[in-house]
T-cell receptor, first 111, second 112 residues
């Protein structure tokens, strides 16, 4: 089963606001990935993090790999309507070869 | 490189029937994973294939099976369909188990 706790479950924000969501686990992860999924489509990779402490940006998105290797966060700055969707964190455990996914954060941006 | 492709995109079946879904990974990727996604359960891992061998399996009944061919293309089969099998089925490819997974657009299955 899943071992990633993602929060918040849903967010309703005004256009232009910043967004923050995070993912935590009781296990150590080797890699943290953040995906965005639009309705009826497959998840699209946003950011990949490979080292503890790593801070990576992709346009208005910034994500960090927690130092303990058990957590990660994703920030979206100056949100726009096309940011609407479900955001998932994911990654493989340090030991083993199966990917785990968070339960997702549903983001709604109000124009 | 072309992305992950899945066929068909949409499928309607009736209870008791069987269905086969296909996934073509990104060129050079040898690992293909399958997931079931439903509104209530999120992304549930079905199985992973690497070089034609199933390496991991999720907690699904034996009605769900898969295989991988020598060109890394993979198929997933569901026999004796049930209403609860209605879902978006996603496949993801990667160069290895610990590597980043890239998803296809999914196959939307509706069981009536």
């Amino acid at each position: 089963g899943q071992q990633l706790n993602q929060s918040p479950q849903s967010m309703f924000i005004q256009e232009g606001e910043d967004v923050s969501m995070n993912c935590t686990s009781s296990s150590i992860f080797n890699t943290w990935l953040w995906y965005k999924q639009d309705p009826g489509e497959g998840p699209v990779l946003l950011i990949a993090l490979y080292k503890a402490g790593e801070l990576t940006s992709n346009g208005r998105l910034t994500a960090q790999f927690g130092i303990t290797r058990k957590d990660s966060f994703l920030n979206i700055s100056a949100s726009i309507p096309s940011d609407v969707g479900i955001y998932f964190c994911a990654g493989p455990l340090r030991w083993g070869n199966q990917f785990y996914f968070g339960t997702g954060t549903s983001l709604t941006v109000i124009p | 490189k072309a992305g992950v492709t899945q066929t068909p995109r949409y499928l309607i079946k009736t209870r008791g029937q069987q269905v086969t879904l296909s996934c073509s990974p990104i060129s050079g990727h040898r690992s293909v994973s399958w997931y079931q996604q439903t509104p209530g359960q999120g992304l549930q891992f079905l199985f992973e294939y690497f070089s034609e061998t199933q390496r991991n399996k999720g907690n699904f009944p034996g009605r769900f099976s898969g295989r991988q061919f020598s060109n890394s293309r993979s198929e997933m089969n569901v026999s004796t369909l049930e209403l609860g099998d209605s879902a978006l089925y996603l496949c993801a490819s990667s160069s290895g188990s610990q590597e980043t997974q890239y998803f296809g657009p999914g196959t939307r299955l509706l069981v009536l």
